[in-house]
């Protein structure tokens, strides 16, 4: 991870967003979810575009959860990455702060994670709240215990959220 992660700076072509890929969520144990998501991070490292890992971080009540996969973040090593701590099932508030305290124009965002019709769709929805433009949703690299279909639904009629 950089010792200070983004300097403030105009802004890069994207920004990688991965949300909620921890163990503690069965539909982030996917074999084929890990390798799709390792396979974004990559593809960001290699444009050096920032990543941002986002975990449900709520240790006072469920201490079990930890962090994001040790493979994603293995892949990451050596880029321009850091960690968002989340405390509900949107992570907008504190995805918006992180990114508005390091950059004075907001990057594209390309956003990649599981549960994609809870936690990528609230994050995703309230960012846009926020004042977020260009939003891509890396469709294969999200996945969910319950209606992943569902959830690429609903983000694709969100103006400014685009599917890949």
């Known amino acids: 991870m950089s010792k200070v992660p983004f300097l403030n700076r105009l802004g890069p072509s994207y920004s990688l967003l991965v949300i909620d890929a921890q163990p503690i969520f069965s539909a982030a144990n996917s074999t084929s979810l890990i390798r799709s998501i390792r396979s ?6 290699q444009a050096k575009a920032p990543i941002v890992f986002v975990e449900f971080a709520l240790k006072h ?35 918006n702060q992180h ?18 019709e809870m936690c990528v769709l609230d994050t995703v929805e309230g960012l ?3 004042g977020w433009e260009n939003i891509t949703i890396a ?26």
């Open 40 to 45: 974004e991070i990559l593809t960001a490292k």
């Open 128 to 130: 846009k709240k926020l």
């Open 61 to 95: 009540i469920a201490p079990q959860v930890g962090q994001t996969h040790q493979t994603l973040l293995d892949a990451a090593a050596g880029s321009d990455f850091s960690i968002v701590a989340k405390k509900s099932q949107s992570g907008a508030t504190e995805v």
């Open 139 to 164: 469709s294969s690299a999200c996945n969910s215990d319950a209606n992943h279909q569902f959830g690429l639904n609903l983000l694709k009629k969100i103006p400014g959220v685009y599917l890949a």
């Open 99 to 116: 990114y508005r305290r390091y950059f004075a124009k907001l990057p594209p965002l390309r956003v990649c994670g599981v549960n994609t």
